[in-house]
C-alpha cells in the first residue's frame, strides 16, 4: 500500500472495465435479493462510492464485517451505475477488512446526531458528511491563504507562540510556567489520590524563562519586526485567548491570520484585505462545490448565494463617524444603544452590512478608546487609522490598522493604556532606526471558516476545540 494508491474521488472518473481497490470506511450497507450495497468514503470528496457484492462474492463471515465503521479495502472492477446520480460503480470480487467497527456500539450511527453529541466524539466525526466537509473546506481555505500572499511576494514568517508582552492591552492570557506544584488529594470515600496544580509563589526571575511569560493573542508585533527589514510578510499560526467565555464565537485556542506591509498607509491596507476576502471565497467557490452546496442545502440556506455576491461586488468604505450616523437615524430598535464613542456590535454590523447596503462594508477611523495603542493616531486627535471589514450574515470578519510609526505618538498611546514602555522596548526600537509607514490586519481563521460554511458554532469548524472546561482530546 501506498499513499499515490486511488482515492474514491479518483474512483468516480474511471471509465467501465477498470480493474482497481477502493479503500475508505463503510458508511451504509443495505441488502436485497441477495446483493449488497456498500457505501465507502475515505474523505477525499463528498460523495460516498458504492460498492455492489453479489450474492457468493464474499464469505458470509467477510459480508458480516462490512457494517458501519469498518475500514476496508475492495477489489473489483469499475462498471456502468444503473442507479441515479452516479455514472459508475464497482463490483467486488474480493475484500479486506482492516478494521471492523461492532454496530451496537459505534458512536457514529447513520441517525442523525447533534452538533452538541458530534464533539463528544470529535475523534470520529470527521467520518460524517457535515465535518467531512467542514474540515475539506478548511484545508482548501488554509491553501487558498498560502497561495494568496505568496503570489503577490509576501514571505511566510513564524512568529513566536510564547511571549512575554501582550499585544492587545487586554490582559487575558494564559501564563506559561515551569513554577507549579503537585497538590495530593485524598478522594472522599477511598483511598485513590488525585492530583491538582498551582502556581508557586516563585520569583520570576527564577522561573524558565526569566520573567513572567504567556501563550501568544497575536503574532502582529513581531511580525511588524519582520516587514521592517523584509517588506512584505504574513503570520498564520495558532493564538489563545483566556477569555473565560463559552459563547458559539469565543474559543481559548485558534488561528490567526496577519500579514503586515511596510510602505502601506491606511489605503493600501484596505485595498489588501478586499482582495484577500474576494480571492479565497473565489477558490472555495471554484474547488469545495459539493461541500459548499452541501451547507447550503443543510446548514445556511442562500450560502452560495451570499458568497458569490461578495466575489462580484464591490465593498462600501465608510467612515466609523458616518456609520454610527446611519444607525442613530436607521429607526431601528437596537438591544445596544448606539452613539459615538460605543464599540458597534454584531446586529449594528449586520444591519449595515444587510439592511443599508447589501454588500461587505469597510470601516474606518475608529475613536482612539475603543482601538488597540499600536494605530496610527488621526490628525484630529480623536481617532484611529483602523479598519474593520464587516461581512452580511456574520458581521467583523478581520481587522486591522496603519501602524504607529512615530516613536513619541507611540510611547504616548501605550502609556494612556495603562501599559509599561518596558516590554515593548524592542518594538520601539522599529521607530528609533528607520522608521517606515506601516499597516497590516488579522483575520481569525475559524471566523472565516464560519462564514464559508455557514456553520454557527467556532466549535463546528476546528477538530478540537479548547474552550473553558474542554481540553478533552
Partial sequence: MDYRRTYVRDLFDMPPGTATSAYGWVKTRRDSKGISFVQ??????????????????????DLKLLTTGACVRFDGKIVESPAAGQAVEMQAEAVEVFGAADPQT??????????????????????????????????RAAFAIHKFFQTRGFHYVHTPIITASDAEGAGAMFQVTTAVETVEKAVEGGTEH????????????????????????????EAETLAMGMTNVYTFGP?????????????????????EMAFCDLEGDMNLAEEFLKEVVADLLDQCGDDLSF????????????LQHVVSSPFERLTY?????????????????????????????RWLTETKVGRPVILTDYPKEIKAFYMRANEDGKTVRAMDVLAPRIGEIMGGSQREERLDVLESRITEMGLPLEPYWWYLDLRRFGTAPHAGFGLGFERLLMYVTGMKNIRDVIPYHRTPGHAEF
Fill in 106 to 139: 459505534y458512536p457514529l450511527q447513520k441517525k442523525g446526531a447533534t452538533m452538541e453529541y458530534l464533539r463528544e466524539i470529535a475523534h470520529l466525526r470527521a467520518r460524517g458528511n457535515t465535518f467531512g466537509a467542514v474540515f475539506r473546506v478548511r484545508n
Fill in 239 to 259: 493564538t489563545f485567548r483566556a477569555e473565560n467565555s463559552s459563547t458559539s464565537r469565543h474559543a481559548a485556542e485558534f488561528w490567526m491570520v496577519e500579514p
Fill in 321 to 349: 463617524t458616518e456609520a454610527v450616523k446611519l444607525l442613530e437615524t436607521s429607526g431601528e430598535s437596537f438591544e445596544f444603544p448606539v452613539h459615538w464613542g460605543a464599540d458597534l456590535q454584531s446586529e449594528h454590523e
Fill in 40 to 61: 465507502i468514503s475515505d474523505g477525499s470528496c463528498f460523495k460516498d462510492f458504492q460498492v455492489i457484492v453479489n450474492e457468493g462474492v464474499l464469505s458470509s463471515d
Fill in 295 to 306: 451547507f447550503n442545502q443543510r446548514i445556511e440556506k442562500e450560502l452560495l448565494e451570499t
Fill in 194 to 221: 488525585q492530583a491538582a496544580y498551582r502556581i508557586r509563589n516563585a520569583n520570576p526571575k527564577e522561573d524558565f524563562f526569566g520573567k513572567p511569560s504567556y501563550l501568544t493573542v497575536s503574532g502582529q508585533l
